[in-house]
């Protein structure tokens, strides 16, 4: 195994030896750690991806900009219609086709080879996802024992197994959450003292999927160029990776857009120097991301919160010899501390920014219950020859039981009260083609149908689900906000600058359209109304249910049971509404009628 992990030729002798002594201390020390079980890396990819497969089924899409902005600009490249986002309009030009194009080219083999349906497309696309997220977690977890030994990686897997914060993000189809991935392989090849993977991770991670995501190589350039002294060899690699991402990403966006685009240096250009920036969407208090943190880890976003100075004090505690981590908490720890600096102290905050560092607050978690372990079995077993962990294993599990309870109950709550969007969509295909063959389908196949939604535009799950001969049209509501629009029909609409388009969340009125062109609607059935929010659902002499699923009205639930969910006892706490799919009752190519 130390073989496997000789650094490549390149690299200085000095480089080499050191990893020789480290490969040799840790062989030292693999007697003591075999003391700790831990299992294998076969396994932890098995568990993992069951975990994440079983996300990319049941978690929801929780951020509209992953409808607008990721799976509609895919359906555009997959199928020739899809909304398109000021962002996407060559005249601002902020987002990345290269990205894209890494999940429209799979989802074309599944189209074209097996002639899957539209719907099936979205969910091998969201499976695919979960198997690459699998795939580095599992990269993630060996190098975790190299680096870390037996008992930060097992903790590692499981927390992370069962985490809802991982369950929300694994399978997302969001720059973060590739920026995610790219964090599990740089910090891996980091800690495997495979420089190159590290700096490539970071590369890839920045330039394809979200520019400020470099922040988090700032450690492992420290690492590189200060403590190991190999200012050129970083350099190097760095100009390398760099030009062989950028350029191809470069040549992809100059041929959609049709004029030369660098997105990631647009990205920022928008975000920090642009009037308004990302601030006119919307800002959260400073306690957004704490509240936010809690929810999807509970005691392990604690434990990360506080995990340096913990962990520097048992050290100075416990003076254990730190021969196996050669690379120093504080550095390891820092990543998280730096991200949560820029981050949190920008007024625009949104849960999926946090993304790309979970793996990190997981891992941090994971080393202040090692160091935990560690200072108990000094302080109160410090005769004990056997291995540090044995002597608190019970508490440990205590521990991950009440976290693990406590994250199935939360992602559970997700489900159950926000599900209802991917369970009415998919019935639109139901209307054309029903899965029971002896049912007769309510539309004809070829017939041009307009499903229409008012206020619950933001929670559309994208084209995917719509019939190929269908539109999807949107009703003036309360938002007051711009809405996409559609992408110019052709095989060059990428590179048609939109007219009513612009970067300063100004409402466009065009894109509206009248009550009567609609065939299908889609509404939630609240108690409240106002000027352009009726409920549609109550009127009976108009429209039909002919589909519905219950969805939480957060605002006439109790606080803590419509975070959490607890069988038979969050019913009595919580209030449900009807999320409808509604059919005119008059035929518009027939006849006129007045709005309701």
Request: charged share 15%.
């Amino acid at each position: 195994m130390a073989a496997e992990r000789q650094p490549r030729s390149r690299f200085s002798k000095k480089s080499s030896q050191s990893r020789s002594n480290l490969d040799s201390k840790l062989h030292n020390n693999k007697s003591y750690d075999e003391l700790c079980w831990c299992p294998r890396a076969s396994v932890v990819f098995n568990v993992l991806l069951s975990a994440r497969i079983s996300a990319a089924f049941l978690s929801n899409i929780s951020d509209c900009d992953e409808t607008y902005n990721y799976w509609e600009p895919t359906h555009y490249l997959l199928y020739g219609s899809g909304f398109q986002t000021w962002e996407y309009s060559p005249k601002y030009a902020i987002r990345s086709y290269g990205y894209l194009l890494l999940h429209v080219l799979p989802a074309q083999v599944v189209k074209q080879i097996f002639q899957a349906n539209k719907v099936t497309v979205f969910y091998y696309v969201r499976f695919l996802l979960g198997i690459l997220c699998a795939a580095c977690e599992t990269y993630f977890f060996k190098s975790l024992v190299y680096q870390f030994g037996n008992n930060v990686a097992r903790l590692y897997f499981v927390l992370s197994a069962v985490s809802t914060g991982m369950f929300i993000s694994s399978a997302a189809y969001l720059p973060s959450s590739f920026a995610m991935y790219c964090c599990l392989v740089a910090y891996g090849g980091w800690f495997n003292r495979n420089y190159p993977i590290a700096i490539f991770g970071i590369a890839l991670g920045s330039l394809v999927g979200w520019p400020f995501f470099v922040i988090l190589g700032v450690p492992i350039a420290f690492d590189i160029v200060i403590r190991q002294n190999k200012f050129w060899t970083f350099i190097q690699w760095s100009l390398g990776i760099l030009l062989a991402v950028l350029i191809p990403l470069i040549a992809i966006d100059t041929h959609y857009y049709g004029k030369q685009v660098i997105s990631p240096l647009n990205i920022v250009l928008y975000n920090v120097f642009s009037n308004g920036g990302p601030d006119l969407y919307g800002v959260e208090s400073w306690t957004f991301y704490f509240k936010n943190g809690f929810l999807n880890f509970n005691c392990v976003f604690i434990m990360a919160c506080f995990s340096l100075p913990f962990t520097l004090l048992t050290m100075c505690i416990v003076k254990k010899n730190r021969d196996l981590l050669q690379l120093p908490t504080w550095l390891v720890l820092s990543s998280i501390y730096i991200w949560a600096l820029v981050f949190f102290t920008r007024p625009h905050k949104e849960e999926r920014f946090l993304f790309p560092i979970y793996p990190l607050i997981i891992l941090s978690a994971g080393i202040v219950l090692t160091s935990f372990q560690e200072l108990y079995h000094h302080l109160l077993t410090p005769l004990n020859k056997r291995h540090y962990s044995s002597s608190s294993n019970w508490l440990i599990g205590i521990i991950m039981t009440v976290f693990t309870l406590i994250s199935l109950s939360r992602s559970s709550a997700l489900y159950v009260g926000y599900h209802a969007p991917l369970d009415v969509y998919p019935e639109l295909h139901e209307l054309v083609t029903p899965f029971d063959e002896t049912k007769a389908p309510m539309f004809r196949e070829d017939r041009k149908i307009n499903v229409c939604v008012g206020r619950e535009w933001y929670r559309y799950t994208s084209s995917f689900f719509l019939p190929p001969t269908w539109k999807y049209l949107f009703l003036k509501s309360e938002f007051s906000g711009q809405l996409p629009h559609q992408y110019k029909a052709g095989a060059d609409g990428t590179k048609v600058v939109p007219q009513f388009m612009n970067d300063m969340n100004i409402e466009e009125v065009t894109v509206y359209s009248s009550i009567h062109d609609c065939d299908l609607l889609v509404d939630i059935d609240l108690p409240t109304e106002g000027e352009y929010e009726k409920n549609f659902s109550r009127l009976r002499n108009r429209w039909e249910i002919i589909y519905s699923k219950k969805f939480l009205d957060s605002t006439r639930s109790h606080p803590f049971f419509r975070a959490y969910y607890i069988p038979f006892i969050s019913e009595k706490y919580t209030t449900y509404v009807d999320y409808n799919l509604l059919k005119s009752k008059r035929d518009r190519r027939k006849m006129h009628f007045d709005d309701e």
